[in-house]
């Protein structure tokens, strides 16, 4: 179970910072990853980070902007989101891989989902 928090209503040039909080057993040795979806589009990632922590990966849209980050000990992940503009506004979803020791860059290789929590950045 991935249960996300910390969605909200921001001005651009903002900050949020999400937290995702998950249930279970092994959190240390899955990747994980934030995707978003805004109305009328599909959800896509946003970012990504290994099982160790050791390796990121973000799409060009939030690079300099978006950093994630992982606590094994406490099993969450969180997306430090700053600069925030108008286009970021969707609902975010935290996700594990489906597999241990892999880094997955697409949907298909999510198979635990967070419910989402929302954000919307006003211009």
């Known amino acids: 179970l991935l249960v996300a928090t910390g969605g909200g209503l921001v001005q651009a040039g903002g900050s949020l910072r999400l937290s995702c909080v998950f249930s279970?057993?092994?959190?240390?040795?899955?990747?994980m990853s934030w995707f978003r979806q805004a109305p009328g589009e599909e959800r896509a990632l946003v970012a990504v980070i290994s099982w160790n922590g050791g390796r990121t990966y973000y799409v060009d849209s939030v690079k300099g902007r978006f950093s994630i980050s992982r606590d094994n000990v406490e099993n969450t992940v969180y997306l430090q989101m700053d600069s925030l503009k108008p286009e970021d506004t969707a609902v975010y979803y935290c996700?594990?891989?489906?597999?241990?020791?892999?880094?997955?860059?697409?949907?298909?290789?999510?198979?635990?989902w967070g419910q989402g929590t929302q954000v919307t950045v006003s211009s």
């Open positions: 279970g057993r092994s959190f240390s040795q899955y990747a």
């Open positions: 996700a594990r891989d489906r597999a241990p020791k892999v880094f997955s860059t697409g949907t298909g290789g999510y198979d635990t």
